[in-house]
Each structure stands twice: as structure tokens, then as C-alpha cells.
């Protein structure tokens, strides 16, 4: 008898391998640094800020799960150094993460349709004080500015102007104290962290912000240099969908639903 392969079960052969592997990189966890201290509208202590939700819905586009870490914001760029994490959730541009870490590129430069957001900075002071910014430099300022810790991009900016600081304080609560025990005659924070500490009782109607920002910059998702290196692939493809995830009409209504403000978009600041 003439012994006559079964077309089904060649075929079974042929494609079972790809059957059984399933979508390339599913399921791939990612484990990602946060900064303990919450940033609204960006990161939140509760719930899901507005750039957890960017992350979190452009890894379910991409097929991942992020494992989200939380860690003081100076701890976080060196746990990615020593690979403790695979990513930070965000990040500028500067020297620190530079050296550590894979921003997304197009050519040799770092692609700015990549980035989550852009965040400002801005400088403010206890009500009629003397010291000012005027959007360039610093006027009658006769103290140190005071920061909160792993601001490096706003640090490195006081450097260049020559500007000593004390980022001492843990977060923009524990400047506002400094500033309210004139330990300090100007400060600077993130613009929305700011806005919050106008809220709280005992700043409201203390703190006067000046309208000038100090910094507007681009901040990324980064990945560490050895998980971009074996993982190159699933790291493009996690930047592609926070990129397609940010303008979607999905991301939009998830934005609203939750009560948070729309991300500004590198293109907005010039």
C-alpha cells in the first residue's frame, strides 16, 4: 500500500511551531521605576495619573505588562543603571540619564514624536518678596533656590546661570515649608506640583508664581542600556505605541473620564 501524507496534518507540521509560539513578545513584562513622589496630573498616589494611563494603555497596545516600581526619583535612574529595572517612566533629557539610559531616536537625534509629554517648571516666592525671575535670570536673589531632589534638568540649569541651590527637601511640600521659614527666598517646582501646594491651607494665599517658566522640556519613557540591547525590538515597539496611544481618541476619552487635563505635545512649546 502506497503510504500517502494527510494534507491536514502537513500543514499541521508546517505552521504548528508558529501556532504554538503565538504573537511575537506577548505577554512580555517590563519593570518600570516610578518616583514615589506623586506629580499630578502625571503620577498619582491612588489612582492612575495621566501618564500612568499613557503607559499602561500603549503596553496593552503593544502586547506587554508593566510592572510599575516605585522609588525616590534619584534611586530610579540608578537602579537602571545596575538593571534592578528594565525602564523609567519618565524622564528629561539631561546628563544623568544620558549616561545610563536608551531614549528613543530618529537618526541620530532623540525623536520628540517618541516623548510622553512636555512638563514645565516654574519659579515662585513667598507674596511681595524680593527676589524674582524674569524668564532669562534671576533678580535680587540673595539666598540659595531651593528644588526638590532629582530635578536634574532644573539643577543643571542653576548651575549654567551660576545659581547655587538646596535640593535638600524631599518634595514640593517640604519647599514650601523652607520658603515659608525664609530659608529660602525663591524656589522652583514642577507646574503642577505647585499648583497643588497653592491649594493646601497653609500656603494659600502666601505664594505668588511667576508666569515665565523656568524650564519647558520634552520627558521620555527610557529604557536601560542592557534591556534595549537584548530587547531592542519590544522596546521600539512600546515607543511606537505611547506615540499612536497619545493622539488616540481612546486615550482622549479615558483623559476625561478620569478628570485629567490633555498632555502638552512637544510641538506646542517652542
Not at 83 to 112: C, E, M
Not at 180 to 200: F, N, S, T
Not at 228 to 249: D, F, G, Y
Request: aromatic share 8%.
Amino acid at each position: 500500500m502506497t503510504n500517502r501524507s494527510n494534507p491536514a496534518c502537513l500543514l499541521f507540521f508546517l505552521f504548528a511551531p508558529l501556532c504554538l509560539a503565538g504573537p511575537a513578545n506577548a505577554n512580555q513584562t517590563i519593570a518600570v521605576c516610578v518616583d514615589a513622589q506623586p506629580h499630578p496630573p502625571y503620577f498619582l498616589a491612588e489612582r492612575d495619573g495621566s501618564l500612568q494611563l499613557l503607559e499602561k494603555m500603549a503596553a496593552t497596545r503593544a502586547g506587554y505588562t508593566l510592572e510599575m516600581r516605585r522609588e525616590p526619583n534619584r534611586r530610579c535612574l540608578e537602579d537602571l543603571r545596575i538593571g534592578a529595572v528594565d525602564a523609567v517612566a519618565a524622564t528629561s533629557v539631561n546628563s544623568a540619564a544620558l549616561a545610563v539610559a536608551v531614549f528613543p531616536h530618529k537618526g541620530q537625534a532623540i525623536d520628540q514624536n517618541k516623548a510622553l509629554a512636555v512638563a514645565r517648571t516654574v519659579a515662585f516666592r513667598l507674596k511681595d518678596g524680593p527676589a524674582a525671575w524674569n524668564g532669562t535670570s534671576f533678580e535680587h536673589l540673595g539666598t540659595r533656590v531651593l528644588a526638590p531632589a532629582g530635578m536634574l534638568l532644573v539643577l543643571q540649569k542653576l548651575d549654567r546661570l551660576g545659581v547655587a541651590y538646596d535640593d535638600g527637601a524631599a518634595d514640593i511640600s517640604q519647599v514650601g515649608a523652607k520658603l515659608l521659614a525664609h530659608r529660602g527666598e525663591l524656589a522652583i517646582g514642577l507646574e503642577y506640583d505647585v499648583a497643588e501646594l497653592l491649594k493646601q491651607k497653609e500656603f494659600a494665599g502666601k505664594i505668588e508664581v511667576f508666569p515665565m517658566p523656568f524650564t519647558a522640556t520634552e520627558y521620555y519613557l527610557v529604557f536601560s542600556r542592557e534591556f534595549h540591547a537584548k530587547h531592542t525590538e519590544q522596546a521600539e515597539n512600546m515607543w511606537n505605541a505611547l506615540a499612536a496611544t497619545r493622539r488616540s481618541p481612546e486615550f482622549a476619552a479615558a483623559l476625561r473620564r478620569e478628570g485629567l487635563p490633555t498632555l502638552d505635545l512637544p510641538q506646542l512649546i517652542k
